[in-house]
Nanobody
Framework: QVQLVESGGGLVQPGGSLRLSCAAS?????????MGWYRQAPGKQRELVAA???????NYPDSVKGRFAISRDNAKNTMYLQMNSLKPEDTAVYYC?????????WGQGTQVTVSS
């Protein structure tokens, strides 16, 4: 059974940094076609903030491009999201996602709050 567990969220001041981790169990991460980070703020739809394919190609929306970086450590079976220059509008619950093409797995989410 595949499980994704996020960690690393918390409270940070504007301009600060956080690194989120997504530890996978039950399947090696390089077997997923694509993995990504999504976020959902109160009253808003869940949105993609970063994605990485099995071949290592990354994708970011303009709202986080240049500030966020997604990466994987196959040896640790873990995916990361480095978030720099955080803004109050980055406040949301962040979710880890892993896709096989026919099925998606989700983590439970980790709260990120950017506030002074």
């Amino acid at each position: 059974q595949v499980q994704l567990v996020e960690s690393g969220g918390g409270l940070v001041q504007p301009g600060g940094s956080l690194r989120l981790s997504c530890a996978a169990s039950g399947r090696i991460i390089r077997s997923f076609l694509i993995m990504g980070w999504y976020r959902q703020a109160p009253g808003k739809q869940r949105e993609l903030v970063a994605a990485i394919t099995s071949g290592g190609i990354t994708n970011y929306p303009d709202s986080v491009k240049g500030r966020f970086a997604i990466s994987r450590d196959n040896a640790k079976n873990t995916m990361y999201l480095q978030m720099n220059s955080l803004k109050p509008e980055d406040t949301a619950v962040y979710y880890c996602n892993a896709g096989l093409g026919t099925y998606d797995y989700w983590g439970q989410g980790t709260q990120v709050t950017v506030s002074s």
